[in-house]
């Protein structure tokens, strides 16, 4: 979900040698992946901070697939040639996921988790501070290139609600089987031990990266080991 280092993973997986998208904005999503994630939200009067979980209504007029093939060669002008291996990222995919399925029915998932307290102390954090600098209202709801925000996050209470209604939220599409081919990590093994977890990431994908790319990649996360453990760890995870 949100603030839990989605924009950090993606990150590393570029660093790696994946495809994500040419028209990237400051936190790594697709502009164009973003806009149709957008139709959905506008389809439903919902926010992606309070959003309105796709029922058997939105299943069966499935506003992101018809979008998609309708525009399909204009997508993947303004996301870039996918070349393999390639992926999107969007917090929202934890709403719009069964929506997509109908377009992508067998690619492989990676599901970044992270301590529910922490997302929504970064969540209620971020509001507060756009507020402060006047980006954000104070009261009502609101949008800003257009998503919808709510004041849902002004609060850390509501923060951590909104954060533990992802969580099962999560849980529900695993449950459902919509997530068969998947990777778990967590946001904080990622910065702990990141040489590990790009060795799973590797695995999973079937990637095969340069040291110079692993090296790179994992200096990205802030807390990461000392550079002369990361070297020790690349030499024996990625030995040939």
């Given at each position: 979900?949100?603030?839990?280092?989605?924009?950090?993973?993606?990150?590393?997986?570029?660093?790696?040698?994946?495809?994500?998208?040419?028209?990237?904005?400051?936190?790594?999503?697709?502009?164009?992946?973003i806009a149709l994630n957008n139709l959905y939200f506008e389809?439903?009067?919902?926010?992606?901070?309070?959003?309105?979980?796709?029922?058997?209504?939105?299943?069966?007029?499935?506003?992101?697939?018809?979008?998609?093939?309708?525009?399909?060669?204009?997508?993947?002008?303004?996301?870039?040639?996918?070349?393999?291996?390639?992926?999107?990222?969007?917090?929202?995919?934890?709403v719009t996921l069964p929506l997509w399925r109908a377009v992508?029915?067998?690619?492989?998932?990676?599901?970044?988790?992270?301590?529910?307290?922490?997302?929504?102390?970064?969540?209620?954090?971020?509001?507060?501070?756009?507020?402060?600098?006047?980006?954000?209202?104070?009261?009502?709801?609101?949008?800003?290139?257009?998503?919808?925000?709510?004041?849902?996050?002004?609060?850390?209470?509501?923060?951590?609600?909104?954060?533990?209604?992802?969580?099962?939220?999560?849980?529900?599409?695993?449950?459902?089987?919509?997530?068969?081919?998947?990777?778990?990590?967590?946001?904080?093994?990622?910065?702990?031990?990141?040489?590990?977890?790009?060795?799973?990431?590797?695995?999973?994908?079937?990637?095969?990266?340069?040291?110079?790319?692993?090296?790179?990649?994992?200096?990205?996360?802030?807390?990461?080991?000392?550079?002369?453990?990361?070297?020790?760890?690349?030499?024996?995870?990625?030995?040939?």
């Amino acid at each position: 979900m949100h603030r839990s280092g989605t924009s950090l993973l993606t990150r590393m997986l570029e660093a790696l040698g994946v495809f994500v998208g040419s028209d990237l904005q400051g936190d790594h999503e697709s502009r164009a992946l973003i806009a149709l994630n957008n139709l959905y939200f506008e389809a439903t009067d919902s926010s992606w901070d309070a959003p309105r979980y796709p029922g058997p209504r939105e299943l069966a007029d499935n506003v992101i697939r018809r979008a998609f093939l309708a525009n399909r060669r204009a997508f993947f002008s303004r996301f870039g040639t996918p070349r393999p291996p390639w992926a999107m990222k969007d917090p929202r995919f934890v709403v719009t996921l069964p929506l997509w399925r109908a377009v992508f029915p067998a690619s492989p998932i990676i599901l970044l988790r992270r301590s529910p307290l922490d997302v929504a102390r970064s969540l209620w954090r971020r509001h507060c501070a756009l507020v402060e600098r006047g980006v954000f209202p104070a009261a009502g709801t609101f949008t800003k290139g257009r998503i919808r925000f709510t004041q849902r996050c002004a609060t850390f209470e509501g923060a951590l609600s909104f954060a533990l209604e992802q969580v099962a939220a999560l849980d529900r599409l695993v449950a459902a089987g919509l997530c068969p081919r998947r990777l778990e990590i967590s946001y904080e093994g990622l910065c702990q031990d990141p040489v590990f977890e790009i060795w799973n990431l590797c695995r999973f994908l079937h990637l095969r990266p340069t040291r110079d790319q692993v090296l790179a990649a994992a200096a990205l996360p802030r807390a990461t080991p000392r550079e002369r453990d990361r070297e020790t760890a690349v030499k024996l995870l990625f030995a040939d």
